[in-house]
């Protein structure tokens, strides 16, 4: 399986701001997913990132909150924008090789809390 | 969408014992995966078994399809196993044109005593 890492690793933002999350990937994978889990929750998936093309997002997020990035085959980026308390969540990149080799595996998380 | 449901949601046991962890889902599945989440919060992927058996070490897994549900057995519990474990399916819906939705379930909370 592929390494991901995440920066930042934990974050203290005040409300109205805005923050970017990193996702690293060591080797290069077809798909990328972000997910949120609030405080003893499962994951919610948010959208997964296309490479070259606008994210394709879950039923109740939008671009203009969690606007997404995905450059290439190997890196990604989420921003959570205008943040409120409810925002506060861990945050998961997670990404799969292709279509044919469907291990699912994550990075370590960013822990984000919203003041 | 499809339903994934896990049980049981809480687990206790002492270092030593064995555990059955369920995992049910609502509609057929194109691919099913069980996690780890250590305390921590990183996820560790421990079985990809859309069907059929898989045995690593003190773990296995198995996933019976038609019946729509898969079992995670732990043997010999140890404290390290403790976390959280989830269960994710894939389904392929007919209009998505052939797009995988990985879908959670609520996962068991295992906690292992010395």
């Known amino acids: 399986s592929a390494v991901i890492s995440q920066k930042p690793s934990r974050d203290i933002c005040q409300r109205g701001t805005s923050l970017t999350i990193q996702c690293q990937v060591d080797?290069?994978?077809?798909?990328m997913f972000w997910y949120r889990q609030q405080p003893g929750q499962s994951l919610t998936l948010i959208a997964t990132?296309?490479?070259?093309?606008?994210?394709?997002?879950e039923s109740g997020f939008v671009i203009d909150k969690f606007p997404i990035s995905r450059p290439n085959l190997t890196f990604s980026t989420l921003t959570v924008s205008n943040m409120s308390p409810e925002d506060s969540s861990i945050y998961l990149c997670?990404?799969?090789?292709?279509?044919?080799?469907?291990?699912?595996?994550f990075g370590p998380g960013t822990r984000l809390t919203v003041l | 969408g499809i339903q994934v449901e896990q049980s049981p949601p809480d687990l206790i046991l002492q270092e030593g014992a064995n555990s059955t962890l369920r995992c049910n889902f609502s509609?057929?599945?194109?691919?099913l995966q069980w996690f780890h989440q250590n305390p921590w919060g990183q996820l560790i992927n421990l079985f990809y078994?859309?069907?059929g058996t898989k045995q690593n070490g003190r773990l296995s897994a198995t996933t019976v399809a038609t019946e729509r549900y898969s079992l995670l057995y732990i043997s010999s519990s140890q404290t390290t196993d403790s976390g959280v474990y989830f269960c994710?399916?894939?389904?392929?819906?007919?209009?998505?044109?052939?797009?995988?939705?990985?879908?959670f379930g609520r996962g068991t909370s295992l906690i292992v005593h010395p």
């Open positions: 997670s990404g799969r090789r292709d279509s044919s080799y469907n291990e699912q595996f």
């Open positions: 078994i859309p069907s």
């Open positions: 509609d057929s599945v194109n691919n």
């Open positions: 080797s290069q994978v077809t798909m």
């Open positions: 994710a399916v894939e389904h392929r819906p007919q209009a998505s044109g052939g797009s995988y939705i990985p879908t």
């Open positions: 990132a296309n490479q070259g093309s606008e994210a394709t997002y």
